[in-house]
């Protein structure tokens, strides 16, 4: 498969795609931004002339507790993790449509179901990726586009680097499996749901998270 990797961290990404080799291609984009995102995905057309699969896994938190939470720190959260899904996902499902046939992995977070504590705007946002895969999966289904979420629980990363070390500890008692998850695992499962042995599966959400959630 060729892989056009998109991120709004141009050395990250360059740096992503030269290791992948020449089946990856970076392009820079903010998927919060609807023109970016419409001329990204008609360049990545020209260069690859089709979009089977789709990862919506761009994600940024920004946590605060809510007394504190100013309406710019709920606004940019929003709009990265639920516009920019709901952006790439209608300029690359106009594609798949016409092909029809389609594999979106949307990546949520075990958050979106439980909620937590300072994370009132992540967690909304992770909320509406599962109700917004949902309804994709319905709207899509007779294309034979499958769309699924997967909720991560906590996933060793940039994103969870940050956390001191104390609360790591504090998640670590809550999660069954009693390790954290490696990128890896969330992988895996991605990699199944876009496969053909999941060609069945649709507008589910997956917790890959060591067991913390159990639906
Ligand atoms: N790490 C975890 O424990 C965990 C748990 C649950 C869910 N997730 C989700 O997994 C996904 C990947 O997160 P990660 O942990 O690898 O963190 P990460 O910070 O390493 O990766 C997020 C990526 O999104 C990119 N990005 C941020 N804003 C963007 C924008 N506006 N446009 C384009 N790209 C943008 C960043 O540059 C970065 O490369 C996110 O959606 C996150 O919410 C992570």
Known sequence: MNVAICDIDKKNGEELAAQIGASARFYELDIADELQVTRTVEKVIEDWHKIDILVNNAGITNDRLLIRMNKADW???LE????GTFLMTKATARYMMKQRYGRIVNVASVIGITGNFGQANYAASKAGIIAFTKSCA????????NV???APGFIKTRMTDAIPDEIRQNYLKLI???RFGEPKDVADLI???VS???AYITGQTICVDGGIVMQ
């Open 138 to 145: 319905k709207e899509f289904a007779g294309r034979n586009i």
């Open 176 to 178: 069954p499996l009693n």
């Open 80 to 83: 990265v993790n639920l516009t």
């Open 196 to 198: 053909d042995e999941a």
């Open 75 to 77: 606004d940019r959260v």
């Open 148 to 150: 699924n979420a997967v």
């Open 191 to 193: 990699v199944f749901l």
